[in-house]
């Protein structure tokens, strides 16, 4: 999935799970996430110093400076309906709304059934379970239309792209093996860094 320029002087790619806890810790919409990680992944607002770096990129992105690459890594292991999910919105134009909302707490728990702390949720569970895409398709509301994301991930069209994403993280060159990783051009970082570790090849780049 992508966004901007390919010619941009910055590329931005991303490797990452819709379950994965630390993707979510990296999107910067789950506090909670931030929260139960660890002093290195407070956010500013909770005291610390990390930045998560997937909203500054998108800045980057808005401002014309960046392209942004999204692919799917199955990291954590319960994030194929919520891949599904995000290449519907992508045919729509709302791919970040649905985002934001996968990326949140509640968007963790119906993905896992736990919240980030790895306590049982009360709520419904869609993990990779393509009969519940009634219940995905209602969550997402607020974003999108839940019929037209109910009709897309009922068809199945995008099935195989999870596995075309998940050879891209494995061939030559790229060596993801969790999630998330990112690059800056052809920097590599493997794992939730802080955008304040990045940012110096973004700066290089530019």
């Known amino acids: 999935i992508r966004f901007g320029n390919a010619d941009k002087k910055v590329v931005f790619v991303e490797f990452s799970d819709p379950s994965c806890p630390y993707c979510h810790i990296a999107g910067g919409e789950n506090l909670e996430a931030n929260q139960s990680a660890g002093a290195q992944f407070q956010l500013k607002g909770q005291g610390g110093s990390y930045v998560p770096p997937v909203p500054e990129m998108r800045k980057l992105v808005d401002q014309g400076k960046a392209s942004f690459v999204w692919v799917y890594n199955p990291g954590h292991g319960n994030g194929e309906m919520g891949t599904m999910a995000l290449y519907c919105a992508q ?25 980030p702390t790895g306590k049982p949720t009360t709520g419904p569970i869609v993990k990779n379970d393509t009969s519940k895409s009634k219940e995905l398709a209602n969550f997402f509301k607020s974003a999108m239309n839940p019929t037209d994301m109910k009709n897309c991930l009922d068809s199945g069209k995008y099935k195989d792209q999870l596995t075309a994403d998940t050879t891209l993280g494995g061939e030559s060159g790229f060596d993801i093996t969790g999630t998330p990783g990112f690059f800056v051009n052809t920097t590599r970082f493997n794992g ?3 955008y304040t570790d990045m940012e110096a090849a973004v700066k290089a780049a530019l």
Not at 91 to 115: C, P, Q, R
């Open 192 to 194: 939730a860094y802080s």
């Open 91 to 115: 045919e729509k134009g709302k791919f970040w709304a649905v985002h934001d909302l996968l990326m949140s707490k509640a968007g963790y728990e119906i993905l896992n059934g736990t919240d």
